[in-house]
């Protein structure tokens, strides 16, 4: 089995890709070692000591180093982990685990009145954004709209990236007031 890996903006984080589904649908984010517990992969991977973040995305993990570590020392460890896990044919998530839920972040609650605003900017992030930060490692999760103001949570590469600003900014800001003309901001939350 060959599972390659992709640098991604973030320098802390890696892409691998293990030629293979790795999620049938959504993504799953795992900030911390303790939220790990439904998951044999994302725990092996915890367990390394230098790990600090586990994403899946469909097709890929994306793997975050403490800050200091050397990826060089690290990679050959988390592709060994990844390798036992996928050629063993290991389920991502244990039996009778809380798998596919998750705690959602602080959202908000969108107005009913901004049914159509809202409709549009949630169509915007699903064709256009997510897949772009997908190839990137990551996730973006709409989290609400209010007063202009557009609520996103970036996770997996994308969270703590240190060009995280700048994609928020200079492009899905950008490319949400082109296309919403009442769209004012976007904030990550």
Known sequence: MLIETEATPNPATLKFL???QVMATGTRDFAAPEEASASPLAEALFNLGDVTGVFYGYDFVSVTAAQGVDWATLKP???????D???SGAPLFKEGSAADISVPAESFEDDPEDAEIVAQIRQLIETRVRPAVAQDGGDIVYRGFQQGKVFLQMQGACS?????????????EQLLKHYVP????????
Not at 77 to 83: I, N
Not at 182 to 189: F, N, S
Request: net charge negative; with cysteine.
């Open 18 to 20: 293990p030629g293979q």
């Open 77 to 83: 460890d988390v592709l060994g982990v990844m390798l």
């Open 85 to 87: 896990h996928f050629a």
């Open 160 to 172: 703590g990236c240190p060009s995280s600003t700048a994609t928020l900014k200079q492009g899905i």
């Open 182 to 189: 009442e769209v004012t901001e976007v904030r990550a939350i």
